[in-house]
Each structure stands twice: as structure tokens, then as C-alpha cells.
């Protein structure tokens, strides 16, 4: 397998290609993601490069480095072996205080010469630190060292933590915004969530390995240019790098590594609202992957949304207590207020939480049996008011699990409520800098 570059207005992305059945299949990617397929014929070869009739793409074999301020998005599902084998070992490191390089050989199943190749490299990059002890060496995560930083938004704040690669929380700060409540972000927007951060945070001395940002789902799609310009402005406030991750991504492997009742166990979590998902089996990720469709029900849906509907009918001039509850503002929707008002017994509210939780048990249902995770978390926000909820949900998936599963999942809210996302993202980045093998 030959890999590539292409050129397509002024970007360099990886390509891979196999020639197959007399037509070339290109798998494109960005940061080790997967991020496009398609067949095509090559129309001519000019030494090493292809043209194709593929919205006139360009591909050669040389190689460029990405630029330090372009997004980059924390890799889920790594393929590539020594990458497993480096989360293989990561996963036994994060999961004891201390451990030998013996226990290491014997929990991984790797080599005694693999696993101290691993262990000098994380050594050399500070990540861990080894002592002797009785001729046989003791390693354990860095934490003295420098930091991991996490962002993440919620309605209307934004949480800050640092940890350090132990995985223990050395600060966390929250800075309350403005710009959220409409789900829309804009530059200007941008600009005072970077002034504020500037100005109220204290860890601009600290010296970070990366750090990560987690957007909520309704403000993920930010236009290109206005990201780069956001990762631009975060690394130089930080001077760090800076990774991506989607809310419920970072939430749902913050809740499986740091929540109460969840702490290391392979979980499905889904985001209240949303209605995304994302399935954490020791340190690989399922994320929604339009390609595949067994993780369809992964993916945010439009016509379940609490919030969204809510503020549908608020501008139809359906009654409901909602109404007063912000004011007439529809922007000042949350899904809090919503539950709040069917507690009270408001029938529209009452009938929008019915209908998302059913519908959200069905989704869970439906991948409990496909990945037979036995843990449901979900999160996405506070959870106050909202037994009849959860109650709800718990209804629809027993409809639709598998015979023999009905009533033996557990299906729990989240204990890390808005600093999920933020405390996930820091999460993140140490798995991500144990991939770099």
C-alpha cells in the first residue's frame, strides 16, 4: 500500500490507495481519522503523481507537516499496531499507582524488549518516571511533570482543569460567558471567550504537554476558518498544542475514567439532549461514523431534541410555562428549564421529555446490544428534575434490548455533570500523547 499526499485548494491531508478490480479505493485521512472514501479511475500517471477526475485531485508521495495551529482531532480507533500496543500499556499504567515492567509483559502480553522500548520512550518524554527496586523496575504516570490542560463549555460557562499524567486534578477554574445560549459562535464571540480566559485564568505559567478543547454539540461545527483561528489564539495564550473532541466524546470518557459509580469500566454513554452517543471499551473509542451502520444511532439527531423542539414551539406560541420560565426569550431554552417545568407538571414539557427519553432508550437499547456494554451513562448537563426522565428511558430500552438483557443493564446519570467534558478532554490528551510511538 503506497501512501500519499493530495492537494485540494492549498490543503495537505494523508491519502492511502490500493489498486483493486481496475479501479483505485482511497481512504483519506486527517490526524489518523478516516475522514473520506471513494473509488475513482486514474486518468493519467505523471511519475508520482495521479490525477484523477475526482474534483481534480492531486496526489504525490511528498509528505508536509502540518501546521501547528490547524485542528487536530484526538484519534479514537487507531489501527496502526504499535499504537495499540502503546495503549495496551497506557491502560495498565492509568489503572494502578505503580507497577513493574514484569506485570506490564504479563498484563499486555507483549515482550519484555517491546515493553522496555515503550518505557524508555514515555520516560524520555516525561510522561513517567522509574525507580529500581530489587532489580526490577517500578513505573508509575508523571506527576510532577508538566500538565494537561481541558476546555469545556456549558450553557453559558467554560471549565478549565489542569492535571497532571497521573490523572489527578491540580486546578480547575469556570468562567462564566454569554455567547452560548443561542448555539450559534461567531469570531466576535470567540474573541471574548479568549479575552476572558486570558484575563481571569491563572495558568498561563504552567507548563502544558498538550491540551484539549471540548465544543458542545450544538456549536461543533464552527466555520474553518474560525476554528483555526480559535486553536490559533488558545496556543498562543497556552503555548501548547491544542486537540479537538466532541462534547460527548470527552464527556463520556471523562465519566468512564474519573465518575463515581463508572471508574474504568467500558461504558455507552449518550448526551441528554443531543441524543449523540459514544461507546469506551478500555481505550478505544467508538465515535458515530456516517460510513458505517452499526454506529448510526451514535450520531446527534435533529427531531428529538428537547431544547430545539421546546424553543419550535415557544416561537409557535404554544402555551406552556417554559414561556415565563425564560422570559419569552427562546434563546434562554435549556434543557434544566424544561425538565423543571415537567416536574411542575407543564403537559408540553412533560410530553418533549416523555418523547426525547423513549426514544433515547430505544437509541441505547439498540447499541447495548450491538456492543454489549452493561453500563449507560448519560450526561450532557445537570440532572435535576429529572427522575421521570431517566425513569422514561429505562422503559424504551428494556423494549428493544436483546432477551436476557431487559432489566440487567444499568442505566445511570453521570456524576461529573458539566465538568465531564472539560475533565474528558484532559483525559484525552494523555491517551493521545502515549499514542505518539
Not at 124 to 129: H, P
Request: proline fraction near 0%; charge should be neutral.
Amino acid at each position: 500500500m503506497l501512501r500519499l499526499m493530495y492537494i485540494k485548494f492549498g490543503c495537505f491531508q494523508k491519502l492511502d490507495f490500493e489498486k483493486s478490480m481496475g479501479k483505485l479505493s482511497f481512504y483519506v485521512f486527517y490526524d489518523g481519522l478516516v475522514i473520506r472514501t471513494f473509488d475513482c479511475k486514474v486518468r493519467r500517471v505523471l511519475g508520482d503523481f495521479f490525477l484523477t477526475k475526482k474534483a481534480g485531485l492531486i496526489g504525490g508521495i511528498h509528505m508536509e507537516k502540518s501546521d501547528k495551529n490547524n485542528v487536530r482531532f484526538f484519534r479514537t480507533h487507531p489501527e496502526d499496531e504499535r499504537v495499540q500496543q502503546s495503549l495496551r500499556i497506557f491502560s495498565v499504567l492509568k489503572r494502578n499507582d505503580s507497577v513493574t515492567k514484569k506485570d506490564i509483559v504479563s498484563r499486555t502480553g507483549l515482550s519484555d524488549s517491546v515493553v522496555e522500548e515503550y518505557i524508555e520512550f514515555y520516560k524520555k518524554k516525561g510522561l513517567v518516571e522509574v525507580s529500581d527496586s530489587e532489580n526490577e523496575k517500578i513505573i508509575v504516570l508523571n506527576k510532577n511533570g508538566k500538565k494537561v490542560l481541558g476546555v469545556g463549555f456549558a450553557r453559558g460557562e467554560c471549565f478549565l482543569t489542569v492535571s497532571s499524567m497521573d490523572g489527578s486534578l491540580q486546578r480547575k477554574e469556570r468562567i462564566e460567558l454569554d455567547v452560548f445560549d443561542n448555539g450559534h459562535l461567531k469570531r466576535k464571540d470567540i474573541k471574548n471567550i479568549l479575552s476572558k480566559i486570558e484575563e481571569e485564568t491563572q495558568f498561563k505559567d504552567i507548563k502544558f504537554h498538550a491540551a484539549g478543547i471540548a465544543l458542545q454539540e450544538n456549536v461543533e461545527r464552527i466555520k474553518s476558518g474560525d476554528t483555526k483561528f480559535f486553536i490559533k489564539e488558545m496556543n498562543r495564550v497556552f503555548n501548547c498544542r491544542f486537540f479537538s473532541a466532541r462534547e460527548t466524546t470527552a464527556a463520556g470518557y471523562g465519566e468512564r475514567d474519573f465518575g463515581t459509580q463508572t471508574k474504568g469500566t467500558d461504558i455507552l454513554f449518550m448526551h441528554l439532549d443531543a441524543g449523540a452517543g459514544v461507546i469506551v471499551k478500555d481505550e478505544i473509542i467508538f465515535e458515530a461514523d456516517e460510513g458505517d451502520a452499526d454506529r448510526a444511532y451514535l450520531r446527534p439527531w435533529n427531531q428529538f431534541g428537547i431544547v430545539e423542539t421546546a424553543q419550535d414551539l415557544l416561537e409557535k406560541g404554544i402555551g406552556t410555562s417554559i414561556v415565563d420560565m425564560v422570559h419569552g426569550n427562546k434563546d434562554r431554552v435549556t434543557l434544566e428549564i424544561v425538565l423543571k417545568a415537567a416536574d411542575g407538571g407543564d403537559e408540553v414539557a412533560k410530553d418533549l421529555v416523555k418523547r426525547s427519553a423513549l426514544a433515547l432508550g430505544m437509541r441505547a437499547a439498540y447499541l447495548v446490544n450491538m456492543f454489549t456494554t452493561k453500563t449507560v451513562i448519560l450526561g450532557g448537563g445537570k440532572q435535576e428534575n429529572s427522575e421521570e426522565f431517566i425513569k422514561h428511558v429505562r422503559d424504551g430500552a428494556n423494549k428493544f434490548l436483546l432477551t436476557g438483557l431487559a432489566g440487567k443493564i444499568e442505566i445511570v446519570f453521570g456524576s461529573l455533570e458539566n465538568e465531564a467534558s472539560s475533565l474528558g478532554v484532559g483525559g484525552l490528551c494523555r491517551r493521545e500523547l502515549f499514542m505518539e510511538v
